[in-house]
């Protein structure tokens, strides 16, 4: 049998011209699922629902 899930994206950030530090984009990205959260103000993530702290 052959089980393939890819449900995890992997941890590439944006090809915008952030100019900073990927540390900075780190802080978007969800703990939980690894989403790349824009809204960085949202409480929760939109994708797996996990509280974020900051
Ligand atoms: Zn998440």
């Known amino acids: 049998m052959t089980?393939?899930?890819d449900d995890?994206?992997?941890l590439t950030g944006p090809d915008?011209?952030?100019g900073g530090d990927p540390v900075?984009?780190?802080d978007r990205v969800?703990?939980?699922c690894g989403s790349f959260l824009t809204?960085?103000?949202a409480g929760?993530?939109?994708?797996?629902g996990a509280a974020r702290d900051r």
Not at 44 to 48: F, N, V, Y
């Open 8 to 10: 995890a994206g992997p």
């Open 24 to 26: 900075c984009w780190l």
């Open 44 to 48: 929760t993530c939109p994708r797996c």
């Open 30 to 32: 969800c703990p939980d």
């Open 39 to 41: 809204d960085r103000t």
């Open 16 to 18: 915008d011209d952030l």
């Open 3 to 5: 089980t393939h899930r």
